[in-house]
Each structure stands twice: as C-alpha cells, then as structure tokens.
C-alpha cells in the first residue's frame, strides 16, 4: 500500500517561499514516475513537476518553471518542493502524486497515481 503524506504548506505574503516536502512509503525508488500537482478551487488538478525516482531531468509546468524546484532526499523516501516568489493565482493544495509500482512508458503521460491528502498553500496580496 503506497502511502503518501505531504507537509510545509501555510500562509505566505505575495513573493513569500515554502518548503514543502513529502514523506513515501512503498514506492519504486528506482523507475518509478512521482510529481507534485495543485488544485485551486474550482479548477481542474494541474501539474508542477515530475521526475523518475531513479534519476533525471525534472519536467516543470510551465506556470512555475523557474520559480519552483522539485528535489529529492538521498535515500529517495522523500521528495521536495520549493516554492518560490509565490504569487495570489498559486493559491492551491498541492499534491504528491506516485505509482504502487514501476511506471512504464513516458513519466509525463502517466495517470496512475496513488494521491496525499494534500498540503494547502494560500497567498495573499
């Protein structure tokens, strides 16, 4: 059973930074395709990042590139997220997002994900 649970979000001014980070159990540390999404109420689920647990470029949504960075631990049993220069439109609970087992195909197609509860980020102008 993949567990997934996700921390550091709060409230921050505009312009402000978090460090979120996520805590995996059960996962591929090897070949498996993890991320971090956000949701903003009343829109649809929207990716920030991914990468393969084994390595690799890291594919940003182009709403963040740049001032967000993804990362993981040594070990691989956690994985991060670095939210810079936030702004009001970041306003969302973000989401770490991983298979049960190894992703085959192309990381950036895959949906097979086991979700957190999400983390919620909330900046204010």
């Known amino acids: 059973q993949v567990e997934l649970v996700e921390s550091g979000g709060g409230s921050v001014q505009d312009g402000g930074s978090l460090r979120l980070s996520c805590v995996m159990s059960h996962v591929s540390f090897s070949t498996g395709c993890v991320g971090w999404f956000r949701q903003a109420p009343g829109k649809e689920r929207e990716m920030v990042a991914r990468f393969w647990t084994g390595g690799g470029s890291i594919f940003y949504g182009v709403s963040v590139r740049g001032r967000f960075t993804a990362s993981q631990d040594t070990v691989r049993t956690k994985i991060g997220l670095e939210v810079n220069r936030l702004k009001p439109e970041d306003n969302a609970k973000f989401y770490c997002?991983?298979?049960?087992?190894?992703?085959?195909?192309?990381?950036?197609?895959?949906?097979?994900?086991?979700w957190g509860q999400g983390t919620p980020v909330t900046v204010s102008s």
């Open positions: 997002a991983a298979p049960e087992g190894k992703t085959y195909g192309q990381c950036l197609t895959e949906n097979d994900f086991h």
